[in-house]
Nanobody, 125 residues
Framework: QVQLVESGGGLVQTGGSLRLSCAASGRIFRWLTMGWFRQAPGKDREFVAAQTWSSTTTDYADSVEGRFTISRDNARNSAYLQMNSLNPEDTAIYYC??????????????????WGQGTQVTVSS
């Protein structure tokens, strides 16, 4: 099975920045569309961003468009989420996710196939 390991979460003040990293293993990275989700306490998990292996398709949730940037380094089997202009509403557990081309691939409304353990992002005011 694909394994996803996240890092980079932490505590930051309003207006600050964080960069999350996700290392993938167990699957040829080219076959994976990488994504990020988040879940705040008491709320459902929500889509944040996704990017195909060639970076030709990139999607963002409206709430993060213009502030967050997803990227990937295929040579390192890694994906990243650069988060700028953070506000308390961004506080959540952030999950790295992957869509496997062999299982149907990526679409905005489709559940991801693999998940990381989550990393906490807390934005203080």
């Amino acid at each position: 099975q694909v394994q996803l390991v996240e890092s980079g979460g932490g505590l930051v003040q309003t207006g600050g920045s964080l960069r999350l990293s996700c290392a993938a293993s167990g699957r040829i990275f080219r076959w994976l569309t990488m994504g990020w989700f988040r879940q705040a306490p008491g709320k459902d998990r929500e889509f944040v961003a996704a990017q195909t292996w060639s970076s030709t398709t990139t999607d963002y949730a409206d709430s993060v468009e213009g502030r967050f940037t997803i990227s990937r380094d295929n040579a390192r089997n890694s994906a990243y989420l650069q988060m700028n202009s953070l506000n308390p509403e961004d506080t959540a557990i952030y999950y790295c996710a992957a869509y496997d081309a062999l299982r149907g691939g990526y679409s905005r409304g489709r559940q991801a196939d693999y998940w990381g353990q989550g990393t906490q992002v807390t934005v203080s005011s």
